[in-house]
């Protein structure tokens, strides 16, 4: 696990509704208010942690976030990945050793619900929106637990370049067999993050690009030879897929 760093100064840029949600495809595009602040974080940026009393939502707009615990002893512990299109919910400022960094140049937009909870409530669409994003945090904690308790190294390593290929194809809208992701991670966080350690991660990789299932071109971009064959390493391939299991 790696020592934690800093918190830097943010970049602050007021941007509108309509583009800035549009354009990453938000399924709160309709329901987050007029009132929408457009941030950049640089790399090791921390995101500010919630202090109000609203129901605050982030969107990914381009780059990584992580979500990171800090331990007693001052390491760092990756929780969670957010990639451009996923919608989270700010590190609260009453739990400061849960907390959000930006892992790359990161485009984030950020609104409110409601101005408070009781009309978030009493608003169908909107709470069914808010309800649909705590769902899918438990179903991805889940499915994490999962990959921690029961799968192998190889397997952990699959099923993490699957899903991050997969979330990516679902963003962009392609199907296609070869797909290059971001992964501005060293090889330390993904170690940390699939609790491995990091000699076991650059083992895997070096088999599977002996496969030719993945290429690095540049130290931060996994290119995916064939997505297909990932997947069937991986025992929640039809999940990451989004397709049903054949009975």
């Given at each position: ?50 202090t ?21 002893d ?17 590190a ?13 140049e990161?485009d ?12 978030l ?28 308790g ?17 979330r ?10 070869t ?10 966080d ?6 491995l ?32 064959k ?18």
């Amino acid at each position: 696990m790696n020592k934690i760093s800093q918190e830097n100064p943010i970049q602050v840029v007021e941007a509108s509704v309509g583009p800035c949600l549009t354009s990453c495809q938000c399924l709160f595009a309709r329901h987050i208010g007029p009132q929408v602040i457009h941030r950049r974080y640089k790399r090791g940026d921390r995101l500010p942690l919630d202090t109000s009393t609203e129901t605050r939502i982030r969107v990914i707009r381009s780059g990584m976030v992580a979500t990171s615990a800090t331990l007693a002893d001052g390491r760092r512990q990756l929780l969670c990945l957010r990639m451009p299109g996923d919608a989270m919910r700010p590190a609260k400022s009453v739990a400061p050793e849960i907390w959000d960094e930006a892992l790359t140049e990161t485009d984030v937009c950020e609104g409110t619900f409601a101005e408070n909870r009781e009309a978030l409530y009493a608003d169908g669409e909107k709470f069914r929106a808010f309800f649909d994003l705590t769902e899918a945090e438990m179903e991805s904690g889940l499915a994490h637990r999962l990959l921690l308790g029961r799968f192998n190294a190889r397997e952990r390593l699959c099923t993490f370049l699957s899903a991050m290929v997969n979330r990516a194809k679902r963003f962009r809208g392609i199907t296609d067999e070869t797909v290059a992701v971001a992964l501005p991670l060293s090889r330390e966080d993904i170690a940390d993050f699939l609790c491995l350690n990091a000699a076991t991660v650059t083992r895997e990789i070096k088999k599977l690009k002996a496969e030719n299932i993945v290429r690095f071109p540049t130290p931060t971009v996994c290119e995916v030879l064939n997505t297909r064959k990932l997947e069937e390493l991986t025992p929640l391939a039809l999940k990451l897929c989004g397709q049903p299991k054949a009975t």
